[in-house]
């Protein structure tokens, strides 16, 4: 071994031994989400095998877009300690909006999602600041909501009446697919974009005089990055086609990986995001810090329906249609169990965007794959609220854990 390769070596044995410790003291992140998803994907694929083929792979993606989008913005109102049980049914009414707009009133496309997410965004500005400067439980007030918002719903469209979009703008974002080769050309972006993104953190930190990562685990890094991503669209890419050909990544991909963006870099890089996290770790150290933590609420809120309004736009686009059910049924309980299976803290100031990716995986495994193999609604709710109670329970036994060690 050279002498430039010891200081390497040491200085990842260093970051090993440090994530351990953190592991060790009850900072799982990720751990538990990524291990029950490699664990469920292994069962479901040897015990039907066609689990693992590229056409069921692209079913997964477009199935659990909807509870993704709409659990990345119940992470927000988590981070706070709070709740919105209304999110399911706010969509409804967005996509409702959105369709009567389109259909009935002839606005173009694109003026009805603009429409929809201005709804989502008035619906969050009522919800926060009925929280915020009221003063009102965020479970009361988003409990009324959604008893609310299901009569809206049944108001706009009458009893058992069925707008049907055809729209093919807004078909094709869940129901087409990006041509191979731009397919390729996102992904290479995407793993080009994260190098760059590690890279700036490291000289960023290397101008602080902070501890930096070694090339070689940010190398490792990038290609375990490059990897999955080149291998999904490797798959995607494959012709899963019967009478005709179908390849692609589906179009509602990239949608869900801008917002991933997005919401990642509002979290992690502004003082929004800082000050998110310090609401929720201490409203009132937070309040005398001389943080907003009214606007931040409200903010929060707004952000949490306006996705809500986005979950709604792919729900009307899967399904081509909209309905009085549009919302309902096990939107809510899914999209929250996507945010809490994935990582984010029940008690607030603990969560990442990336966790409705993670969680909305595991939810849309456990849903697919024992359809797959036969199973009733039944068991995928029961299935499905093992599967949260269980991450809830890691939460609360992590946090204690954290508190024993001093690790918070």
């Known amino acids: 071994m050279s002498v430039d390769t010891l200081p390497q070596k040491v200085e990842s044995q260093a970051i090993v031994k440090e994530y351990v410790q953190r592991v060790r003291g009850g900072d799982l992140g990720a751990l538990p989400a990524i291990f029950g998803l490699v664990v469920l994907v292994g069962v479901f694929s040897v015990l039907r095998p066609i689990f693992f083929s590229?056409?069921?792979?692209?079913?997964?993606?477009?199935?659990?877009?909807?509870?993704?989008?709409?659990?990345?913005?119940?992470?927000?109102?988590?981070?706070?300690?709070?709740?919105?049980?209304?999110?399911?049914?706010?969509?409804?009414?967005?996509?409702?909006?959105?369709?009567?707009?389109?259909?009935?009133?002839?606005?173009?496309?694109?003026?009805?999602?603009?429409?929809?997410?201005?709804?989502?965004?008035?619906?969050?500005?009522?919800?926060?600041?009925?929280?915020a400067k009221l003063g009102i439980p965020s479970f009361v007030v988003t409990l009324a909501a959604f008893i609310a918002f299901q009569g809206v719903v049944l108001l706009i469209l009458g009893q058992g009446n069925i707008i049907s979009v055809r729209?093919?703008?807004?078909?094709?974002?869940?129901?087409?697919?990006?041509?191979?080769?731009?397919?390729?050309?996102?992904?290479?972006?995407?793993?080009?974009?994260?190098?760059?993104?590690?890279?700036?953190?490291?000289?960023?930190?290397?101008?602080?005089?902070?501890?930096?990562?070694?090339?070689?685990?940010?190398?490792?890094?990038?290609?375990?990055?490059a990897l999955v991503i080149g291998l999904a669209v490797y798959v995607l890419n494959l012709d899963r086609g019967r009478a005709i050909p179908l390849m692609g990544v589906p179009i509602v991909v990239p949608v869900i990986l801008f917002f991933l963006l997005l919401w990642t870099f509002v979290l992690r890089r502004t003082a929004f995001g800082r000050h998110i996290y310090a609401v929720g770790g201490n409203a009132e150290a937070a309040r005398r810090a001389g943080i907003p933590v009214d606007r931040i609420k409200i903010a929060c809120f707004v952000i949490c329906s306006f996705m809500a309004s986005v979950g709604g736009v792919l729900a009307v686009s899967r399904a081509a249609s909209v309905d009085p059910n549009t919302g309902g049924s096990n939107v809510l309980l899914f999209s929250?169990?996507?945010?809490?299976?994935?990582?984010?803290?029940?008690?607030?100031?603990?969560?990442?965007?990336?966790?409705?990716?993670?969680?909305?995986?595991?939810?849309?495994?456990?849903?697919?794959?024992?359809?797959?193999?036969?199973?009733?609604?039944?068991?995928?709710?029961?299935?499905?609220?093992?599967?949260?109670?269980?991450?809830?329970s890691v939460d609360a036994l992590s946090r204690k854990r954290a508190a024993a060690t001093g690790h918070r």
């Open 336 to 392: 929250v169990g996507a945010a809490v299976i994935g990582g984010t803290s029940l008690f607030g100031g603990k969560g990442r965007a990336l966790d409705a990716i993670l969680g909305g995986a595991v939810v849309a495994v456990v849903e697919n794959g024992m359809g797959l193999m036969g199973y009733g609604s039944g068991q995928k709710f029961v299935v499905t609220g093992s599967v949260l109670l269980l991450a809830a």
């Open 54 to 131: 590229p056409g069921n792979f692209a079913n997964l993606l477009t199935q659990g877009a909807v509870y993704v989008v709409i659990a990345m913005g119940l992470i927000f109102v988590l981070l706070l300690g709070e709740i919105d049980l209304s999110a399911g049914f706010a969509s409804g009414v967005c996509a409702v909006v959105m369709s009567v707009t389109l259909v009935n009133v002839g606005v173009p496309w694109y003026v009805a999602i603009l429409a929809a997410m201005a709804t989502g965004v008035v619906i969050g500005l009522i919800l926060g600041s009925l929280v």
């Open 167 to 225: 729209d093919q703008t807004i078909f094709a974002i869940s129901n087409k697919n990006l041509p191979p080769w731009l397919g390729w050309g996102l992904a290479a972006a995407a793993v080009a974009g994260y190098a760059a993104v590690q890279l700036v953190q490291a000289r960023n930190r290397s101008k602080r005089g902070l501890a930096i990562a070694p090339p070689l685990v940010i190398g490792g890094r990038v290609a375990a990055v």
